[in-house]
């Protein structure tokens, strides 16, 4: 079985990363009409677009009801790159919930959190190891970053299970790559320079040319890695977000996708009010400043990004605001094209269909829309 599968024909309901926000998944299955086993009295079937886990205070809880939904038959999923790490035992910012180096860590920004047993950490790298990476049928695509036919082409003859072996050995290949062009060399000779290291928020590195070679290079090299975390190159500017000093862009590659075919991802920290995103850990460029919340996207207006920031809850929480006014969860019911959020808003999409530039509204709240 392929890493990108089918979409089964019935009217679907795609939820945005959930983050570890098991209150905010439960709220919005109940305002979307199913039952704890994942029963719709429509013959509806969830969808997920990956991200489950990571910043949030129960990702067990959320893993487990995703597992137990997904192996019952009543829902599909899609790994997201939070899933990649935590396959690859790639250990960052907000992971803390399941590797005991990061626990310490993550104690100011994220706790408390639940962590899993043993049985359940079993059971989760079970489970995700068998997600696919992409979902499809003929008028739909889910992912969770980026619809990139060559990617897709490249990953497509894998099979389910697949993804660790074959994101190292592209990941090795980078490497590699680095190592014969001298690219590494340069990047430690840059970090002789800089002594605070990458991942101190208080200390800002200068722009470091072979790092950011370096990142855009292993990014685009790995077709996994471009489908779960997107398009990206070499950036002018330095920024901090996900816990570390980076040194790339991310592409608004929506506004060279031409297929008709529409396409639902998360990833990218849509929001329907103004949020300093900086204070999230997300201090890179706003791929949707221009683009009305609630709209389409992309250069024939079929893209639509589901994530609506609900990771950044933590947050919140940490500065004693409300929890679900700036950091919501959302599912996209198709093919109605309407939004449910975990609050129990309602809220028809805009511009679907709609070509390049004409559903790019100025952002501002919604509410005052």
Not at 56 to 78: I, M, T
Not at 112 to 136: C, D, K, M, N, Y
Not at 223 to 250: C, D, H, I, N
Request: glycine share 8%; with cysteine; proline share 6%.
């Amino acid at each position: 079985m392929s890493l990108i599968q089918p979409l089964p024909a019935s009217p679907l309901d795609i939820v945005g990363d959930i983050h570890g926000e098991i209150d905010a998944l439960l709220q919005l299955l109940g305002h979307l009409g199913y039952d704890r086993q994942g029963h719709h009295p429509e013959g509806r079937m969830l969808v997920f677009v990956g991200d489950f886990c990571d910043r949030g205070p129960d990702s067990p809880a959320v893993l487990e009801l995703a597992r137990a939904l997904v192996q019952s038959g009543r829902a599909l999923a899609v790994l997201g790159n939070h899933e990649i790490n935590l396959l690859r035992e790639d250990v960052k910012d907000g992971s803390g919930w399941f590797f005991d180096a990061r626990m310490a860590r993550d104690q100011e920004k994220y706790a408390p959190f639940h962590r899993p047993t043993s049985q359940q950490r079993r059971e989760i790298v079970e489970f995700l190891s068998g997600l696919p990476i992409a979902l499809e049928r003929p008028d739909l695509r889910v992912i969770h970053a980026a619809w990139q036919d060559a990617q897709i082409e490249a990953v497509r003859p894998l099979p389910l299970g697949s993804v660790r072996e074959e994101y190292d050995r592209w990941e090795e290949l980078g490497r590699q790559q680095a190592r014969e062009s001298a690219l590494e060399e340069r990047m430690a000779k840059e970090l002789e320079q800089w002594e605070h290291g990458l991942e101190s928020h208080k200390h800002q590195p200068p722009f470091l040319h072979a790092h950011a070679e370096f990142e855009a290079n292993k990014q685009m090299l790995n077709p996994l890695k471009v489908l779960t975390s997107g398009v990206e190159q070499k950036g002018t500017a330095t920024f901090f977000a996900g816990g570390k000093w980076r040194f790339v862009k991310r592409v608004p590659w929506w506004d060279a996708y031409t297929d008709p075919t529409p396409v639902v991802v998360g990833h990218y920290w849509r929001r329907v009010h103004q949020i300093d995103r900086s204070a999230v850990g997300k201090g890179d460029a706003d791929l949707f400043e221009n683009t009305h919340p609630y709209a389409w996207h992309g250069a024939r207006g079929n893209v639509f990004c589901v994530d609506f920031s609900v990771g950044g809850r933590w947050l919140a929480r940490k500065s004693a605001t409300p929890v679900g006014r700036d950091f919501k969860l959302a599912a996209l019911r198709w093919p109605e094209r309407v939004l449910q959020f975990d609050d129990g808003h309602v809220q028809a999409t805009q511009g679907f269909g709609v070509e390049h530039g004409s559903s790019k509204i100025q952002n501002q709240p919604a509410d005052e829309l």
